[in-house]
């Protein structure tokens, strides 16, 4: 070995002890947040929710979510949930507000939300809450799985109760901005070597699986409106219609998560916290 090289081998060895050790995995049976690294459960900092009262244009479907996740958390028959729709809409932050509102009601249930890039270690992660006996939801956050026929197969057997489907106190919540997780044009699959109306059936069967689907359209104006008054409202802050939607004109769309946006700029402009 040159001197180049033991001094570099020197180096990564420092480097290596002064790195910190790995999180000790957590334990499912204490706590109500996880995550999932494909591997290991790892505690997480619970979640910061937007009051549910706060959700303006989608009340329906939050009601619906919310009685699905207090079902499972008692014990009770509850679905497996598909969130679809328009970006911005609340999707993923109203899955957490359902689940911390639960909590807050005293009702004992996880959520563990698992990337991607992980979903092929799904049956490890099942095995691990197997054995602890109280209601799992797992969430999976902006699917867009497109032409995968092997990722579609794998998620349809999970939930179809085969062999690696998630234990009777688990339950999915997967959020995605298609409505069927089908491609928008089956122009997508034609380099596929299976042929393309097969993905798109594919795709709408693995909808199909998911007992509860609630749609999230995109919002017109009185709705992002109501919105950003709301946000204002509840965080003391002045508001100005005018001013709001010169905000979502200027970013080409009006949404919730354009809503916040907006609440976090007046709050920094008048000088208040959120």
Known sequence: MTDTSALLARIAEALERLSPAPAPAADPADGHWFGWDGARLLAVAPARPVPLSLYRGVEAQAAALHENVRRHAKGLPAHDVLLWGARGMGKSSLARSVVADCLARGD????????????????????????????????????????????????????????????????????????????????????????????????????????????????????????????????????????????????GARSGRVAWQFTVEQAGKQGKTL
């Open 108 to 251: 004992d249930l996880a959520l563990v939300q698992v990337m991607l890039p992980a979903l092929d270690s799904l049956p490890a992660l099942f095995r691990q809450l197997a054995a602890t006996q109280r209601p799992f939801l797992v969430f999976l956050d902006d699917v867009s799985l497109g032409a995968d026929a092997e990722t579609v197969h794998a998620l349809r057997s999970l939930l179809d109760g085969g062999v690696s489907a998630r234990p009777d106190h688990v339950r999915l919540i997967v959020t995605s901005n298609r409505r069927h997780l089908v491609p928008r044009s089956l122009a997508e699959n034609e380099g596929d070597a299976i042929n393309p109306r097969d993905a798109a059936d594919d795709h709408l069967a693995l909808a199909d699986r998911f007992g509860l689907r609630l749609g999230f359209h995109a919002c017109d104006q009185a709705q992002y409106l109501a919105m950003c008054e709301g946000y204002a409202m509840a965080n003391g802050l002045a508001f100005d219609a005018a001013d709001a939607l010169a905000w979502a004109m200027a970013r």
